[in-house]
């Protein structure tokens, strides 16, 4: 669209019409102009260069993604940072941690960073000067006690967090799917919801040891998040996040053995959705996640036993959270905007709020508006979405990132 | 069978698998000619497509379609492109663009003949998929008690071992229950499944809770090369608390059947003597086995290409 790319850049200011903010400060009826990479006026009947049309509209903040699988380097077939961040502004997203488990692992100026390649300490502080302030073992979680008490105490010391992919590998490596009534009459190995709540109990007492901040990815378990609750009861900083398609689709789902629902950590019960969905209305998991991981049409085509986890995220997401969740719009935007921003560390630029002065990340997004979910309609270079033919509610209209409008009308600018 | 598939025992109704043990009977009576070969399905083509080792359920497919006058084609992983590292779907689209009219799996991975179904479009038998299903086995085993007592309505049938990565337990007791008859399973619980849930069964961790109580035993391979991490002490230990020992049978009631899939271990699950004795079904699950997939294969080959086949008495002599 090349034609569009130039008139869009070409413009010096962008007006965001007749639409409802909703910030953490609160919601009103209000436009918004940007220039220069910033928000400079909001209120009422103003103008400039680029009309967006908000009407119907939220004019939110934009959201921010603390999980997600770009592929690259390594796995360009699949996704590429071009592809996923088309697919990521599609979805209203204007920040995405990109995790680490790349080939090779992404190790030196990038938001995230593995930590703990295996047995040895990562140069945390050398990455943290450079403003990295989320370290991940995402994929495989730390095995060793011993190394994750040394990895906090350094973290402690240097006021980074340090996010779990929280699994005990000698119970869920040789699974597919949750262990249970489903996996049994499948005949397929399971994981048991202990593997992951073992460790989310480890280190919070580990957490309690070193004082450390610790992140907990994807928690997929009604016990993990009763874990959670129980650890911020006590005053602890731990935060959690809970992805889509945790609070979406139960183990039943593989009772058609297509691997499109084979995930890591699989999919649970409908007793874990619901504790998961009670986690995030009363803020014991802070964040929606997508834990995005595209994969090629045909690892996605091997016996179950055989394919990749994962599950496109991106585009799908913010409709789930405003169909699936019985919660008002500011709280599916905290957890999907301003509290991933403070977990990540980018509060500074994806501030929550709609204000003069703010850098201008914002995704403005119909609520109302009816889609069908159609995996060869994204932007991803993969397919495997697993909501292919559900008909959600919410579409995202307009996204911004640092004032220039990357999707308008719901179309990718470049 | 309404179906087009026979993937696990739950595509059949109690009705469904009374019309195939009928069927079976009048194939068990061509199987007992001097020339036991019929017409019934000639000019069908049937594939074999066997990605783990399996002698004994090859051979009896084979021996059924060819009883059928079915034509065959034999695809095995260690002669083929598989080797090679070729995809199931491609695999499945290349024996499909030959033109059969359906496909015999056997697969190491649980679901793989559910997933084969959207590339072929011909009918898919599942001949054993992982620890899932092995409706044939199923089949043949009902078939087999049937023919001693007539019906499974109230049979005591207790399977014994390990249930957990067992497909021909999982089917067995979906068929047994399905037909009436009351199921127990004897294991260790590292060797039951996590949930019993799915099946209408009762549970013993020891052989001798039930053998006074048993109109069937039906002992499971230990198969010691599926697991890891051991899940029990030892074989000897695992005798003492489950195998059908000397001892042990002698104490059964003179009528008990005993049964095994096969292959054997003997003296680990079973002793030596068992399986020849009277009591023993072994070579009649066998030789059932060539007749109930001689059903199989009419029922779902004959119907979906030819109706004038449905009717068992076309099954007529072909050397007569």
């Not at chain 1, 130039?6 to 010096?12: A, I, L, W």
């Not at chain 1, 292919?388 to 990132?401: A, L, P």
């Not at chain 2, 449905?310 to 072909?318: C, G, H, M, R, V």
Request: proline letters at 5%; glycine letters at 8%.
């Amino acid at each position: 669209m090349p034609a569009s790319l130039t008139s869009v850049s070409s413009v010096t200011s962008i007006v965001i019409k007749g639409g409802l903010v909703i910030d953490r400060s609160g919601e009103h009826m209000a436009d918004v102009v940007i220039e220069s990479g910033h928000i400079v006026a909001v209120g009422k009947d103003l103008s400039g260069d680029l009309v967006l049309d908000a009407s119907g509209c939220v004019v939110a903040p934009g959201l921010v993604d603390v999980h997600s699988h770009l592929r690259e380097p390594g796995m360009e077939e699949a996704e590429t940072i071009e592809s996923g961040s088309r697919g990521a502004v599609l979805g209203g997203y204007t920040a995405v941690v990109a995790m680490p488990n790349t080939m090779p692992a992404i190790d030196c100026a990038s938001v995230a960073r593995d930590v703990l390649a295996g047995e040895i300490l990562t140069p945390m502080a050398e990455l943290a000067a450079l403003g990295i302030n989320l370290f991940t073992d995402d994929g495989a979680g730390v095995q060793d006690p011993a190394i994750m008490r040394l990895a906090m105490e350094y973290a402690a010391g240097l006021d980074v967090t340090l996010a779990q992919h929280c699994e005990i590998e000698s119970l869920s490596h040789a699974g597919h799917m949750n262990e249970g009534a489903v996996s049994a009459k499948l005949g397929v190995a399971g994981i048991p919801a202990e593997a992951e709540e073992l460790m989310v109990s480890r280190d919070i007492a580990l957490a309690k040891l070193t004082g450390a901040k610790v992140h907990f990815q994807h928690m997929s378990t009604a016990g993990s998040v009763e874990l959670i609750r129980a650890a911020r009861a006590t005053g602890m900083s731990v935060s959690a996040e809970a992805t889509t398609h945790h609070f979406t689709l139960t183990d039943s789902c593989l009772e058609s053995y297509d691997p499109i629902f084979k995930v890591n950590p699989p999919l649970r019960t409908a007793a874990d959705i619901v504790a998961v969905k009670a986690g995030l209305a009363d803020g014991t998991i802070d964040a929606i996640a997508t834990d995005h991981a595209p994969h090629t049409p045909e690892t996605k085509e091997r016996p179950l036993d055989q394919a990749p986890p994962g599950m496109l995220g991106l585009e799908t997401a913010l409709a789930l959270a405003l169909t699936e969740l019985d919660l008002p719009i500011a709280d599916v935007l905290r957890l999907m905007s301003w509290r991933p921003a403070e977990i990540v560390g980018i509060d500074d630029v994806h501030s929550g709020k709609i204000e003069v002065g703010a850098i201008a990340n914002v995704c403005v997004f119909d609520p109302q508006e009816e889609w069908t979910i159609s995996g060869s309609a994204m932007a991803s270079k993969s397919r495997n979405t697993p909501y292919e033919g559900r008909t959600v509610r919410g579409k995202v209209r307009h996204t911004i990132v640092a004032g220039e409008a990357v999707v308008i009308d719901a179309e990718a600018q470049r | 069978m309404g179906a087009t598939h026979l993937l696990t025992i739950d595509d059949l109704s109690a009705a469904d698998i009374d019309e195939l043990m009928r069927l079976t009977d009048s194939f068990v009576e061509v199987s007992e000619r001097r020339i036991p070969k019929v017409p019934a399905l000639r000019g069908r083509t049937v594939a074999f497509l066997f990605y783990e080792d399996s002698t004994r359920t090859r051979l009896s497919f084979e021996t059924a379609a060819k009883r059928l006058s079915a034509d065959t084609m034999n695809f095995s992983v260690g002669s083929s492109s598989v080797s090679k590292g070729e995809s199931l779907r491609d695999t499945v689209q290349t024996i499909q663009a030959m033109g059969v009219d359906g496909i015999v799996l056997r697969h190491k991975s649980a679901g793989a003949p559910k997933l084969i179904t959207q590339w072929t479009d011909g009918s898919v038998i599942n001949a054993g998929d992982g620890w899932h299903a092995h409706p044939t086995q199923a089949l043949l085993d009902t078939y087999t008690l049937r023919q001693q007592r007539g019906s499974l309505t109230g049979m005591r049938i207790a399977i014994v071992g390990d249930i957990k990565h067992s497909r021909v337990a999982r089917s067995n007791a979906a068929a047994f229950t399905k037909m009436g008859a009351k199921v127990t399973f004897v294991a260790p619980k590292t060797l039951l499944p996590s949930s019993l849930e799915p099946w209408d069964v009762t549970v013993a961790h020891s052989i001798d809770d039930v053998i006074d109580e048993v109109d069937v035993l039906y002992m499971l391979r230990m198969q010691m090369e599926r697991q890891e991490r051991s899940p029990v002490p030892s074989l000897r230990e695992y005798t003492r608390q489950f195998g059908l020992t000397a001892q042990r049978f002698q104490r059964l009631n003179d009528d008990v059947l005993v049964m095994h899939p096969g292959p054997m271990n003997r003296g680990v699950e079973i002793a030596a003597d068992v399986p020849d004795s009277v009591n023993g079904l072994v070579t009649d699950q066998v030789r059932n086995g060539v007749a109930v997939r001689m059903a199989v294969l009419f029922k779902l080959f004959s119907t979906t290409s030819d109706p004038s086949f449905s009717k068992p008495t076309i099954a007529a002599p072909a050397g007569a």
